[in-house]
């Protein structure tokens, strides 16, 4: 059967492996659709009475050779009360690929068909068992690269978003409703209070820029923090690396110049994601040109850092290259001046220092390893603790950021098409956008083509 042909059917039965291919204790294969049941009888004949939500133990049988495939313990959900709302049968066998297969290629011989990426989820959804929001949760936990972004992504099962986006939706729907009978009976829907459009318009796209301004939180944490380490060279920026990695990933030497290139680690920190990045020393040019490579690359880099520690030798007096650095940090730039060596004898002038930057500073030795966790602890609370205006249960994914996007985009023509006296009819077209943005969030106005697009990411099986 063609994929096409899959798709247009959403009432036949399907059949998946749940579980990620490999060894393992336990691999799954999921069955819905209304033959589910005729699927297990088949499979499992010594079974005699099966009751839903009842775990059995059976052996499963190759329907045409009557030989075991496997022994393990089957599960019947009946319709409505399963996952995606039809009646479901899960094979929970011993987890070899080539056991799965097997059962798979069973059911398909028994009349079911492979089901499409996403497509349990799908069912679900058309089913009515998940709003669409929640459906595209499914996907964001499963995705979710680090503990923070997990828990965002869980948040939203607790239906707000869905919710706050289908009552701004409801309410715009409505206003078209009125603006387009006012337009074709004139005689019996009044015309709009002007200012009551204009206030409701206005709250609409407040209320959507707002969610919008939360997004950056969401976006730093699923991405991760970028931290970028700058500063002369011999500071001991490779060393503070090596220490915040637990590893020694970069090489250290009292030689200036040792690092040439520049260095990406991932860490997880306080269940987030950060990526530091350790630079070449940055001194005024010796015509060396690797090492001018290396500092071009690093003015790059600064522009995609979330933040920047710049390493000073804590022990040392500051120097020309130091004001070089200063300038080439933008100055709306996050970061922190990170004195290394606290070890040796202070010497480094703090009132220059405050002159070139107003960065904090944290004071460390990377060679002792002291402050560090105070460095990190300092990353964890401005970078994976949302601000009071964040709320957690309005973070959305890439998908829906860009249709809040386009419905705040579609509320600021249209209210200043109102200003501008255009006519009742282009407003109203206007509006019927955004509704259908909005909606496209919620579920309540999709395309086959974008929910092929939000399933699609999903793995078969889910
Ligand atoms: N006393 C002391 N020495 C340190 C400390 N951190 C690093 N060093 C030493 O400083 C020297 C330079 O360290 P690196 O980590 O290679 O410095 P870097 O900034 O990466 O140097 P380049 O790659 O050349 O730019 C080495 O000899 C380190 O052992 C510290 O906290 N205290
Ligand atoms: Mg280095």
Known sequence: ?????????????????????????????RVSGPISKDILQKLCPFLTTIHPRTAYHSTITSSQESIAVDDGCILYFEGP??????????????SNPIILQQVVSECLQNGARLALPGEFTRRAFIHGKMDLVKAETVIDIIHAKNQVSKDIALKRLNGKLFKKISEMRNNLLRLVEQIEGS????EEVPDLDQRDLVALLATTWKDIKSVLNMQDFGKTVSEGVTV?????????????????????????????????????????????????IDTAGIRASQGDKIEDMGIRKIKRL???????LWIVDGGAPLTKEDETIAKLIPKRK??????????KKKRANSKTLESLTSFPY????????QGLTELQNELIGVFLKPKSDVKLDFMCNIRQVQCLK?????????????????????????????????????????????????FSRFCVGK
Do not use: W
């Not at 337009?183 to 004139?186: G, S, V």
């Not at 500071?235 to 990406?264: C, Q």
């Open 183 to 186: 337009i074709d009976f004139p």
């Open 302 to 308: 600064v522009k995609k850092a979330t933040v920047i």
């Open 362 to 369: 944290l004071s460390v030795s990377a060679k002792a390893n």
């Open 1 to 29: 059967m063609s994929s096409n042909e899959a798709k247009a059917n959403y009432f036949d039965t399907i059949v998946g492996i749940a579980t990620p291919l490999g060894v393992g204790a336990i691999g799954i294969v």
């Open 334 to 343: 996050k970061g922190y001046v990170v004195l290394n060596k606290s070890d």
């Open 81 to 94: 009360r399963s996952y995606t709302g039809e009646d479901c049968v899960e094979f929970q066998c011993h």
């Open 228 to 276: 970028l380490i700058m500063g002369k060279p011999n500071v001991g920026k490779s060393s503070l690396l090596n220490r915040i990695v637990g590893e020694n990933r970069a090489i250290v030497t009292s030689i200036p110049g040792t690092t040439r290139d520049y260095i990406e680690c991932s860490v997880s920190l306080g269940g987030g994601l950060f990526n530091f």
């Open 406 to 454: 386009e419905a705040e985009k579609g509320l600021s023509v249209a209210l200043k098409s109102i200003k501008l006296g255009f006519e009742q009819d282009l407003i109203s077209f206007e509006l019927k956008a955004v509704v259908q943005k909005l909606g496209e969030v919620s579920g309540h106005d999709l395309t086959e083509e974008v929910l092929d697009g939000i």
